[in-house]
């Protein structure tokens, strides 16, 4: 059978035309905005901003986030190359020498797959700062998670958790809904499980003290603490953004301390967009003030961030 015979008189341009179809609904152009969002924040924050992009398989994921990268392609300089966003996919085994690989690659180097995991991780840090790298963006995070056992490839994650920090950019993890989620989550909450729910409570005992406020807010209560852990999914990174939000909201406006109310605007302001379907979890503890535009659209209450 001829190749033409198989298209049965689809002609090439139609066929590109058919599977290159891409509709920008509107959940599309909102993850769209907030990978911007998250790319022009890396300069100026002072923690590498990570958002999750989760979905089932076949949502649109990979789609999304590879127009993002065609929209933001390598530029030839007089002194190089810039690659402000680079996209890669998690191997599976995640291992750190497997990752290296697939990021060099990423990023051009013709030896890719040569050199020791230090030397390559050396030459990564300086590809980042060379390339001008803004915005990394990794597909199939669940790879994070050994297939057998279920346990989470630590040596891999934590390198490229180091590997971030160290080098400032902003991170976009994508992954499989229900898988890539529990991968990232450094604080569980489970009742039936005490020393989950402990662990938790001692760290925001800690927070509590350390805030400039006059006085201590009672974040290590139970009700409290399980409304923060609702609101943060248990990501340190969300927690404190919710908690610094909040605290520079009582300041600014001469409270004494952080409640449900304040929290809740906090939320709003700094949660609701990426951790979208979570509905505003200090919403019944407060005043039942500071609703407007706090709730996340219906369309988006299914799941965080969907592709
Ligand atoms: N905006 C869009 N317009 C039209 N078709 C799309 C759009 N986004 C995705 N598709 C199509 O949907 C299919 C699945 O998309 P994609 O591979 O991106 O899903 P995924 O979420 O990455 O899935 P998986 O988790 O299995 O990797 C592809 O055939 C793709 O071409
Ligand atoms: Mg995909």
């Not at 966003?85 to 020498?97: F, Q, R």
């Not at 927690?239 to 909040?246: F, H, N, T």
Request: proline share 6%; net charge neutral.
């Amino acid at each position: 059978m001829s190749g033409r015979a198989m298209a049965g008189g689809v002609s090439p341009a139609q066929r590109r035309q058919i599977e290159g179809i891409r509709v920008a609904y509107p959940q599309w152009q909102g993850i769209v905005d907030e990978i911007e969002r998250c790319q022009e924040w890396a300069a100026v924050a002072a923690e590498p901003p990570c958002l999750l992009v989760v979905g089932p398989t076949g949502a649109g994921k990979s789609t999304l986030v590879g127009s993002y990268a065609r929209e933001h392609p390598a530029v030839l300089t007089e002194t190089g190359t810039t690659y402000p966003v680079v996209t890669a996919t998690i191997p599976s085994p995640a291992t750190i020498k497997s990752l290296a690989m697939v990021l060099l690659a990423a990023l051009g180097d013709p030896r890719a797959t040569s050199g020791t995991v230090g030397s390559m991780t050396y030459r990564l840090t300086r590809y980042f700062r060379d390339c001008q790298v803004e915005l990394l963006i990794l597909d199939e995070v669940q790879h994070f998670r050994d297939r057998d056992s279920r346990r989470v490839l630590e040596n891999a994650s934590n390198w490229l958790k180091t590997l971030i920090k160290e080098t400032g950019v902003a991170c976009v993890l994508v992954g499989l809904q229900g898988e890539a989620e529990d991968v990232l989550l450094p604080f569980g909450w489970d009742e039936r499980r005490p020393e989950t729910v402990r662990e938790f409570v001692s760290f925001l005992a800690l927070v509590e003290r350390a805030l400039p406020l006059a006085e201590q807010p009672a974040l290590a209560e139970m009700g409290m603490a399980r409304r923060l852990h609702g609101a943060s999914g248990g990501v340190m990174a969300y927690l404190m953004e919710l908690v610094r939000g909040a605290t520079y909201l009582a300041l600014a406006e001469g409270r004494a301390t952080l409640d449900g109310e304040v929290l809740g605007r906090a939320f709003a302001q700094r949660l609701a967009s990426v951790r979208r379907g979570t509905a505003n979890p200090f919403h019944d503890a407060g005043t039942g003030q500071g609703d407007a535009g706090a709730a996340p659209e219906p369309s988006h209450a299914d799941r965080v961030g969907r592709a």
